[in-house]
């Protein structure tokens, strides 16, 4: 079973809201609640909500669907379900933690779980505890490299916007600078390394593309090749 890291439950309402926009609420809703369809991998799934608290699809137990959940509450008394909805009704989005079984373990564990409103739908995804990755090597690092030509190119703002982004993904990213990285010409720029995978350089980056690179790279494991810089 692999890790998960967790932004990764952000991915998958995403994945999931598109798929809703695309074939429409019935469609979408069943195929959410197949516990064998393409929206449930290992622990990972789909599960949506109404914004009265009403379970409308739960990918690893059909027989939700259809139950009032709104005043459920967890082992530790937190009434959950009631923070997603008024969350997802005040804000549109967010993210809430409270703890439930493993569909896989059947361990009681914290889950994090991101959800977003759509329509009259709150759809909702979220990673168990014990499958969120803690140790820094094992997240997502990002490097901004901060030399003097980096600076001078607006490198701190750089960094200041990723700060923001990582924060309002709810991301655990490490975030750290390097000295100049002998290519002042195509300041700022930043290393993104991304578990198991090879390092990718971007360069002349602003506020605006960096949020590109930040949710394109780092949340849908999508190089942004229009930004690469090569290295020979």
Same mark, same amino acid.
């Given at each position: 079973?692999?890790?998960?890291?967790?932004?990764?439950?952000?991915?998958? *309402? @995403?994945?999931?809201?598109?798929?809703?926009?695309? %074939?429409? +609420?019935?469609?979408? &809703? #069943?195929?959410?609640?197949?516990? !064998?369809?393409?929206? *449930? @991998?290992?622990?990972?799934?789909?599960?949506?909500? %109404?914004? +009265?608290?009403?379970? &409308? #699809?739960?990918?690893?137990?059909? !027989?939700?669907?259809?139950? @009032?959940?709104?005043?459920?509450?967890?082992?530790?008394?937190?009434?959950?379900?009631?923070?997603?909805?008024?969350?997802?009704?005040?804000?549109?989005?967010?993210?809430?933690?409270?703890?439930?079984?493993?569909?896989?373990?059947?361990?009681?564990?914290?889950?994090?779980?991101?959800?977003?409103?759509?329509?009259?739908?709150?759809?909702?995804?979220?990673?168990?505890?014990?499958?969120?990755?803690?140790?820094?090597?094992?997240?997502?690092?990002?490097?901004?490299?901060?030399?003097?030509?980096?600076?001078?190119?607006?490198?701190?703002?750089?960094?200041?916007?990723?700060?923001?982004?990582?924060?309002?993904?709810?991301?655990?990213?490490?975030?750290?600078?390097?000295?100049?990285?002998?290519?002042?010409?195509?300041?700022?720029?930043?290393?993104?390394?991304?578990?198991?995978?090879?390092?990718?350089?971007?360069?002349?980056?602003?506020?605006?593309?960096?949020?590109?690179?930040?949710?394109?790279?780092?949340?849908?494991?999508?190089?942004?090749?229009?930004?690469?810089?090569?290295?020979?």
């Amino acid at each position: 079973m692999s890790p998960r890291l967790k932004h990764q439950a952000l991915v998958w *309402v @995403e994945k999931a809201k598109s798929f809703y926009n695309h %074939s429409g +609420k019935r469609i979408a &809703l #069943a195929e959410f609640s197949d516990s !064998k369809g393409a929206f *449930v @991998e290992d622990e990972l799934y789909i599960f949506v909500l %109404s914004t +009265k608290g009403t379970m &409308l #699809a739960h990918g690893v137990n059909e !027989k939700y669907v259809g139950a @009032e959940w709104i005043n459920l509450k967890d082992e530790d008394e937190k009434p959950f379900i009631k923070e997603i909805v008024d969350r997802a009704t005040a804000k549109g989005s967010g993210w809430v933690t409270y703890k439930w079984y493993h569909p896989i373990t059947r361990k009681l564990l914290p889950k994090t779980v991101y959800f977003e409103k759509v329509d009259d739908l709150i759809i909702c995804s979220g990673v168990y505890a014990a499958e969120t990755l803690e140790k820094g090597a094992e997240r997502p690092k990002i490097i901004v490299h901060m030399g003097t030509c980096g600076i001078s190119a607006g490198a701190r703002t750089i960094m200041d916007a990723l700060r923001k982004e990582a924060a309002n993904a709810g991301t655990n990213v490490q975030l750290s600078t390097s000295g100049c990285a002998g290519m002042c010409d195509k300041e700022p720029m930043i290393t993104v390394e991304m578990p198991g995978q090879e390092p990718v350089v971007y360069g002349n980056l602003d506020a605006n593309t960096i949020g590109q690179v930040f949710r394109g790279h780092v949340l849908q494991g999508e190089v942004q090749n229009m930004f690469v810089v090569p290295m020979k």
